[in-house]
């Protein structure tokens, strides 16, 4: 990198204005980390005046032989892939039924929106407001007016209607953000291409694996990959909703805060950011692929 002026290098000049920001993100994120790695190999005591005692592999070993970490990440798969999924075709179905001309187009965008701007604890409240035994709009549409039972049910006190409404909220909630993201590269793709393979006898579906999903892969490779990881990482939905889903977000949380086990807690998160690296390199090539055509 050479100035214009005196053929000199100009990267300590750089250095110098990025220090700051360095300095900022190693504060922040790296040796917050590095505290992390070190607090696995440790068992804290709960009085900080005691010296914590280095135990190496233990907290790692203990989870490898839980079967509630095991539980949790089972359930942490089946929530990201699920979730992953249902938000990403429902985002791609909004946005091709979105890209084209109609009247207050621009009001219905906003209006769909809405549900990926509005703070979580909102939504969380008006969720379960809805599923309320008592007088939620659930139950009494269900119960009082289709008499689909006779007794409401606790949709969030049990496992298993609790799963199911966690993701279906996270679908909700999310797909927003790729149906802006498939809407955006749908608007580039040329009408011409459409009209010339329905000219040539192609159906909607064939139009659509034809013209549309080529032009789409790269931003649909990206989405699928970065909704993997934030869902991956969830708790706070999850936490909000119900305490019934321990996915390996509420696991941790519960294992540091709840049964004060820091040792064990970092480990898991570590065990999670390995998971998470490794899905990052088995992606990136393929992102980059569809990234190059």
């Not at 949709?155 to 999310?174: C, E, K, M, Q, T």
């Not at 969830?234 to 696991?251: C, E, H, P, Q, R």
Request: aromatic share 16%.
């Amino acid at each position: 990198m050479k100035t214009w002026f005196n053929g000199r290098s100009d990267m300590p000049f750089a250095l110098l204005l990025l220090a700051p920001s360095l300095l900022l993100l190693g504060g922040l994120v790296l040796w917050p980390a590095l505290s992390n790695v070190e607090i696995s190999v440790l068992r804290l005591p709960l009085n900080p005046r005691l010296t914590p005692r280095f135990v190496g592999l233990d907290n790692y070993i203990r989870i490898l032989s839980d079967s509630g970490f095991w539980h949790a990440l089972w359930l942490t798969f089946w929530y990201t892939a699920l979730v992953v999924i249902g938000s990403t075709a429902l985002g791609l179905g909004v946005a091709i039924f979105f890209n084209r001309e109609f009247r207050l187009r621009k009001t219905a965008r906003s209006l769909v929106l809405l549900s990926y701007v509005t703070p979580s604890i909102s939504l969380v409240f008006a969720w379960k407001y809805m599923f309320n035994n008592g007088y939620g709009i659930v139950n009494w549409v269900a119960g009082d007016l289709l008499h689909l039972y006779d007794r409401a049910p606790l949709w969030f006190d049990n496992p298993g209607s609790s799963f199911v409404l966690v993701v279906l909220f996270a679908i909700w909630r999310y797909f927003p953000y790729a149906f802006i993201s498939f809407l955006a590269i749908l608007q580039t793709i040329d009408k011409s291409l459409y009209e010339a393979a329905e000219m040539d006898g192609a159906n909607g579906w064939q139009r659509f694996r034809i013209v549309t999903l080529p032009a789409i892969l790269p931003v649909l490779a990206t989405v699928l990959t970065l909704r993997a990881i934030w869902m991956f990482y969830m708790f706070a939905d999850v936490w909000l909703l119900t305490s019934k889903v321990d996915i390996l977000g509420v696991y941790l949380y519960k294992t540091a805060f709840a049964f004060n086990d820091l040792g064990k807690a970092a480990a898991i998160s570590v065990v999670l950011f390995i998971i998470i690296f490794a899905v990052i390199l088995l992606t990136r090539k393929r992102v980059n692929l569809y990234g190059n055509k």
